[in-house]
């Protein structure tokens, strides 16, 4: 009789993740679904809906970035999806930066500041503050994705 090939398990648990990384995405979430719901509040009462899908549609897909992370699943589809989250992050930003950077910036930014509803400044603030902070989350989480990824394969290999 032949014998039974050795059978391969898959590693235990989820290699590479910490229960701190958990918890820093799900506070990035909610750090981002204040903002969020009130730029998509903003845009229904300015009646440009499809511009109020854009918050929450990145809202959604960083929720769904945060349980596939806390499930242990797809850290390449992970570490894409905070590359993109980069590149969404910076978009708005850019103009911001470039109008901060121009001589007249202080005088215009107050003047729009001071001269607009409440809820337009909330929005600039979330651009100047938030956008930076998940810059940095971005690249923490495609970093630890990446690290996930050759953890899994060095767990597989082995």
């Given at each position: 009789m032949a014998e039974n090939p050795p059978r391969i398990t898959p590693p235990q648990g989820n290699p590479g993740r910490t229960?701190?990384?958990?918890?820093?995405?799900?506070?990035?979430?909610?750090?981002?679904?204040?903002?969020?719901?009130?730029?998509?509040?903003?845009?229904?009462?300015?009646?440009?809906?499809?511009?109020?899908?854009?918050?929450?549609?990145?809202?959604?897909?960083?929720?769904?970035?945060?349980?596939?992370?806390?499930?242990?699943?797809?850290?390449?589809?992970?570490?894409?999806?905070?590359?993109?989250?980069?590149?969404?992050?910076?978009?708005?930003m850019a103009p911001v930066g470039a109008l901060l950077l121009s001589p007249s910036a202080t005088q215009v930014v107050l003047n729009y500041l001071w001269s607009s509803p409440l809820l337009v400044p909330l929005t600039v603030m979330w651009i100047l503050i938030e956008l930076p902070i998940e810059t940095v989350f971005s690249l923490f989480y495609a970093r630890r994705s990446g690290r996930r990824l050759s953890i899994m394969a060095e767990a597989s290999a082995a």
């Open positions: 229960s701190l990384d958990e918890g820093l995405y799900v506070f990035r979430v909610v750090l981002l679904a204040g903002p969020a719901l009130i730029m998509a509040w903003q845009a229904i009462r300015l009646a440009v809906p499809i511009i109020a899908a854009i918050p929450l549609a990145y809202l959604v897909g960083q929720s769904w970035c945060a349980w596939a992370y806390h499930k242990g699943r797809s850290p390449k589809i992970i570490m894409v999806a905070n590359y993109f989250s980069i590149l969404a992050a910076l978009v708005p």
